[in-house]
């Protein structure tokens, strides 16, 4: 059975990269077809994001899919890490973090993740704008 087959039009879940959203879109069950995307989830300033019934996103590479989606009731955010960066890497620091695989950027969520595991264009944007705050070397 897979994690979002029960979902509903109206439910409030979470994402890792985007915070708290709402479904707003269902494919019936006639229509959808195995490890296709299913249902839409909007997140504020009206970002969208399909996923599959496993709560693959629809900006994720098939080589490093994860599920980045969760029921609300289901997440226990008391012992995740939120807090700001203590330093500001410099442009050259967030290349070679990058580089070496253990380089975390801070999702509009709040929640730090690995760059690899997130979607490319928020990277994109904070270093076009210059957002170092925004990056920090992987804690171990």
Not at 4 to 19: A, D, P, R
């Amino acid at each position: 059975m897979h994690y979002f087959s029960k979902v509903k039009v109206g439910e409030e879940v979470f994402s890792l990269v985007f915070g708290k959203g709402v479904v707003v879109m269902i494919l019936p069950k006639k229509n959808r077809i195995e490890g296709f995307y299913v249902f839409a989830v909007e997140y504020k300033k009206d970002k969208k994001v399909y996923y599959t019934l496993e709560g693959f996103p629809n900006w994720c590479s098939s080589d490093g899919c994860m599920q980045t989606v969760f029921y609300m009731k289901d997440i226990d955010l008391t012992d995740t890490d939120i807090q700001p960066v203590d330093k500001i890497l410099s442009l050259k620091q967030i290349t070679k973090y990058k580089d070496r695989g253990n380089l975390e950027i801070r999702c509009p969520s709040g929640i730090w993740r690995n760059v690899d595991v997130t979607p490319e264009k928020i990277m994109k944007k904070a270093l076009k704008k210059e957002q170092y705050f925004l990056f920090r070397k992987e804690k171990n």
